[in-house]
C-alpha cells in the first residue's frame, strides 16, 4: 500500500544553523505534500505545502522541496531556532478526503546551543 | 478565531470501561476528522464527518465510533478499552472535505491512558 517515510527519526542541528528534514513517499499519484510541526505536549500545525505541478516553494524560513521524480520530499528550515524543537511530520494526499492522507513517522528535530 | 478544542485533556480509564471524547472545530469548518497517535504506529486516520455523515472511516474495530452533531462538534467513542488503546487522540477540522488540500487544523488532543 501507499506508505511515506522519514529518512531520520532524530536529526541534532546547531542553532543558527540550517536543517534539512527529508521525506519519501511511494503514491506517484499524490498530488499535495505538506509538512506539519508537532510541539510537545500540542497537536500538529501546518507549516508549509506545495502541489505536484511545482518543485520548490519558500515561507518564512522554511522551504519545501518535491522531487517528483525519485518522490522525495524535504523541509529546509533557515537559521534554526530553539523554538523550532518539535517533531516534523511530511503528509501526502492523493484524493478528497482525509482518510486518504498518508503521514509519515515523524522526525524530531533538537537544537544544540 | 477560536482554534479546535478537545476535551478532556487528559483521562484515566481502566480496561473494560468506555469513553467519550469531545471536539469542537473552528467557527466555520464542516469537517472534522480524527487520528490516533501513537509512538510506534504515528498518525493513524480514525474517521471523518462531514455535514453529519461519516464519510470514511479508518481500520480501527468496531468498539471506535462516532458521530456529528448539526453545529460540526464530534463525539468519537472507544468501548471496552484494551491496553493498547492508550494513545492521544487528535481531532482536526477543515473547512470542507481534508483530502484535496491536506491542510488541516489539529487541536490539542485527548492523551487517554488505559490501566
Known amino acids: 500500500g501507499e506508505s511515506v517515510g522519514l529518512h531520520l527519526p532524530t536529526l541534532s542541528v546547531q542553532e543558527g544553523d540550517n536543517s534539512i528534514i527529508n521525506c519519501a513517499y511511494s503514491?506517484?499519484?499524490?498530488?499535495?505534500f505538506i509538512w506539519y510541526k508537532q510541539e510537545s505536549g500540542k497537536g500538529p500545525q501546518f507549516i508549509i505545502d506545495?502541489?505536484?505541478?511545482?518543485d520548490k516553494r519558500q515561507g518564512q524560513r522554511v522551504t519545501v522541496l518535491l522531487n517528483k521524480t525519485v518522490k522525495h520530499l524535504s523541509l529546509q528550515i533557515a537559521a534554526t531556532q530553539p523554538g523550532d524543537s518539535a517533531v516534523y511530520f511530511c503528509a501526502v494526499t492523493s484524493g478528497s478526503s482525509a482518510s486518504k492522507i498518508i503521514f509519515g513517522s515523524g522526525t524530531r528535530l533538537s537544537i544544540r546551543p | 478565531k477560536a482554534g479546535v478544542t478537545q476535551t478532556p485533556r487528559y483521562l484515566i480509564k481502566t480496561r473494560g470501561q468506555q469513553v467519550t471524547l469531545s471536539c469542537s472545530p473552528i467557527?466555520?469548518?464542516?469537517?472534522v476528522s480524527w487520528y490516533q497517535q501513537t509512538p510506534g504506529q504515528g498518525l493513524q486516520f480514525l474517521f471523518e464527518y462531514f455535514s453529519e455523515t461519516q464519510r470514511n472511516k479508518g481500520n480501527f474495530p468496531g468498539r471506535f465510533s462516532g458521530r456529528q452533531f448539526s453545529n460540526s462538534r464530534s463525539e468519537m467513542n472507544v468501548s471496552t478499552l484494551e491496553l493498547g488503546d492508550s494513545a492521544l487522540y487528535l481531532c482536526a477540522s477543515s473547512f470542507g472535505l481534508a483530502g484535496g488540500t491536506g491542510e488541516l487544523f489539529f487541536g490539542e488532543g485527548s492523551r487517554l491512558t488505559v490501566l
Open positions: 506545495i502541489r505536484s505541478n511545482m
Open positions: 503514491n506517484s499519484a499524490s498530488d499535495y
Open positions: 467557527s466555520g469548518h464542516r469537517s
